[in-house]
């Protein structure tokens, strides 16, 4: 191979990876985040910083049903909750205390999903998760 020609392989390349992972598209990246990315992400979407204050009193409140997040997260969620109805062992919610915590977007989604129409009766918006989060992201050991 030509000098110029490598130059120009070789410049191609980064070109190259960034290019797949385009067109892998954002589902294919969701699954590598972080519990700092997510609260980004929906402080983003609802145009302000997650509040840690309200977020604590949102987690650990009844919404007009018979359970909060508490319920099942456990206050503070720093170790193993218990699902009330079904008694299944949920791990740490905290990302302190759980690595793995809020670091798969589509399960984060799918979760928040879930136990948001439990505790709301609706899912939740943007500012409640950030808010969430905010309050989870504060737990340190």
């Known amino acids: 191979m030509s000098p110029r020609l490598r130059d120009v392989a070789a410049g191609a390349l980064p070109w190259a990876l ?4 385009a067109a892998a598209g954002p589902a294919a990246r969701a699954a590598d985040t972080s519990a700092a990315q997510q609260l980004l992400r929906w402080s983003a979407q609802a145009g302000q910083p997650g509040d840690a204050a309200a977020g604590r009193v949102f ?23 218990r699902h009330e109805s079904t008694g299944k062992t949920i791990a740490p919610l905290a990302p302190a205390f759980n690595p793995k915590s809020f670091t798969d977007t589509a399960k984060v989604e799918k979760w928040f999903r879930r136990n ?3 505790v709301l009766e609706r899912e939740c918006s943007a500012r409640e998760k950030a808010d969430v989060l905010a309050f989870l992201q504060g737990l340190q050991p």
């Open 116 to 118: 948001c129409r439990d």
């Open 18 to 21: 960034l290019l797949l992972m």
């Open 59 to 81: 987690f650990t409140s009844r919404h007009g049903g018979e359970w909060s997040c508490a319920s099942c997260h456990g206050n503070p969620p720093t170790t193993n909750g």
